[in-house]
Structure formats: structure tokens, C-alpha cells
């Protein structure tokens, strides 16, 4: 049974994987392969968190059913049986720099051994601990490990729920708190990306929720200027 993270492991992780592309990605995931074992709470982060930095994932899991419940909530884009068809997906997406994310169902081990055997290299790695031997030849070949992910420093995170009038009311919503962000900070931009782009990528299974790191003058702003137009409009700060 599929198991959902945090809404705000998911920005997170999207933060440290979007930080990566200044180093050493030459300030773009585009055209990079993310390489994940488990679509467990941590994977499903990285495939989404993935997916909005504009990375293409393969995540391998030996169980389908979690796989095709990522599916069906729109939490990646594909399900396959078999590396070959995988690889097909993924070198066509990757030739277009597009973002995409493919779930394997195979047995991990085996998986990474027959991509070892066949030259497949991935560009970023999120391997569970059980992996981490093939991952070191991955590391060694070049592929870079996914860090920890890191709070901004002087931000926190709030959370909200998107008005239930319209569509058009959330993204107006994502324009107030974009409109709210200090351009002067050095992540803003990133965070700019996640408000245009992650309701693409977060599928049904988060429903109307939506985060964002801000500072307190960033969120003071936001919620200002969402009262001025939605009156019941109410943000929450997580810890």
C-alpha cells in the first residue's frame, strides 16, 4: 500500500535537489537521471521533488501495487515491468530535457546489477542503505548522492489549503505568495518554480494543500494580501 510523505518533504526535497544544479549540474537538472530504490515515503519525495527541478527518475520497487497507487494518484507518470522498456522512456526524455518519472516494478538488487552490467548511469542517486554497495560504483562512475534535506536558513514552513471556489482562485493564490517572496533571497527563485509548477507533479493524493518556506516578513505579506481578496483564507506554520 502506498504511503505518502509529508507535503513539506517534498518541497524540501525539492529544494536540496534544485540546489544541486548549480554544482555540479551547470545551474540545470534537465537532461539528468535521478535514480531511486523504494517508492516508499522518502522515494516518492525524490520522484516528486524530482520532477518540479526538471530531473527525469527511474524508481524501482518490487511492489506493484504501491507502484500503480502512485499511478492512479498522479504521483509519476509511468509504471513498467521491465528495464528495457524503462530505458526506452527515459533516453527519449532525456534526449528532450523533459521531466518525467518512470516506476520499475523489479527487485531492486537485480535492477541495479543489470543496469551495472549494461553501462546505465544515472546522474543523481537516492538509494535505500540496503543498495548502497552498487550505489558506490554509480559514485564512483560519476552519479552524485542526493544530500540530507536542509531548512533554508531564517525560513519556515507554512501550509495552506487552496481555496474550494475554483482553479482560478488557487492560482491566484500561488500569485500572492509568489508576489510576497523577497526577490533578494537566493533561493527565490526556486521557490517561485515550486508555486508554478508543483500542482503539476503533487497529482490528486495531496488534494488542495500547498506549502511554502518563507520568512515571517514573506508570510506576514502573503497572508495579508490572501485576506484582502479570500476572507477565510488561513495559513498554519509547521512547528
Known sequence: MLSLPDLGAVHDQYLALSQLADQPFSGTLKGKLLLRTGFDPPGVAAVIGGSIAGAVSLCVDGESERLRDGLRSGLCDFVVSHLGEAVRILKNELRRERAVSVCLTAAPQSCLEEMLERGLQPDLLSLTEDFMPQGRIFTERGAVLLPESTSPPRTSLYLWTMPAATLRAGARIGRLA??????????????????????????????????????????????????????????SKDG
Open 178 to 235: 509568489a508576489a510576497a517572496l523577497d526577490p533578494a533571497a537566493a533561493d527565490t527563485a526556486l521557490r517561485q518554480r515550486w508555486l508554478d509548477t508543483s500542482a503539476r507533479y503533487l497529482g490528486r493524493a495531496f488534494g488542495s494543500r500547498q506549502c511554502l518556506r518563507m520568512s515571517e516578513a514573506e508570510a506576514a505579506a502573503f497572508l495579508a494580501g490572501a485576506l484582502a481578496e479570500f476572507p477565510a483564507f488561513a495559513i
